[in-house]
């Protein structure tokens, strides 16, 4: 599995910048970034290396993070590929909480990052239905602690 970091971002002006500053003086490259809004807050959802030490990071800098962990899944490019991995979940009553994709240079698919109940559940299916699921390894270097 892939570890994301989710940020709570107060809706200032400046406040992503700092959080991406923080991570850059700290010398963490991020692979994907989205960032979701309402009118007082946002959440930004990170993946990058060694997220263990991005959060301690983040932290001492003062945001509210927290390490969850997601499924990160290649996707056939062709029309209905997502359509196709999002009914084999739905099939196996696996909710998708919200999703997001990056792509890596030189893959020729689009990753899929998914957010779900049940993790290892999610990863078994896309397996045995001939998917490849991305391990950690291949996006980043796990840290420790």
């Known amino acids: 599995m892939i570890e994301q970091l989710s940020v709570f971002l107060e809706n200032e002006r400046g406040r992503l910048a700092g959080m991406c500053r923080?991570?850059?003086?700290?010398g963490h490259d991020m692979r994907a970034l989205v960032v979701a809004d309402t009118?007082?807050?946002?959440?930004?959802?990170v993946?990058?290396?060694r997220p263990r030490e991005a959060r301690r990071a983040l932290e001492a800098a003062?945001?509210?993070?927290?390490?969850?962990?997601?499924?990160?899944?290649?996707?056939?490019?062709r029309p209905g590929g997502l359509a196709a991995v999002l009914e084999l979940l739905d099939h196996a009553?696996?909710?998708?909480?919200?999703l997001y994709c990056f792509l890596r240079p030189g893959a020729g698919a689009a990753v899929d990052i998914l957010?779900?109940?049940?993790?290892?559940?999610?990863?078994?299916?896309?397996?045995?239905?001939?998917?490849?699921?991305v391990p950690a390894r291949s996006v980043y270097a796990p840290d420790e602690g």
């Open 39 to 45: 009118t007082e807050y946002g959440v930004a959802r």
């Open 22 to 26: 923080v991570l850059g003086d700290a």
């Open 47 to 49: 993946i990058c290396d």
């Open 115 to 133: 957010r779900v109940g049940d993790v290892e559940k999610a990863a078994t299916l896309l397996q045995e239905a001939g998917l490849s699921v």
């Open 93 to 98: 009553d696996v909710n998708v909480e919200y």
């Open 62 to 77: 003062g945001f509210a993070v927290s390490l969850t962990s997601v499924v990160a899944v290649e996707v056939p490019d």
